[in-house]
């Protein structure tokens, strides 16, 4: 779960000077991230197999 801390220190972390689109990017990246996560920790992922097959079905 993204929480107000993981944000602040994404925010800290980044260089100065840094423009708005640098925070977003960050965020967003963050957010991601923590939804990865939080799906893998609930077996909410798919097998490289899988993967395989859709990406193939997609390109037919």
């Given at each position: 779960m993204l929480t107000k801390e993981n944000i602040i220190t994404t925010i800290n972390g980044l260089e100065e000077p840094f423009v708005l689109d640098d925070?977003?990017?960050?965020?967003?990246?963050?957010?991601?991230?923590?939804?990865?996560?939080?799906?893998?920790?609930n077996n909410q992922v798919f097998s490289e197999e899988e993967v395989d097959k859709r990406i193939e079905s997609w390109l037919v």
């Open positions: 925070i977003l990017e960050r965020i967003i990246l963050l957010e991601k991230i923590e939804r990865g996560l939080e799906e893998s920790k």
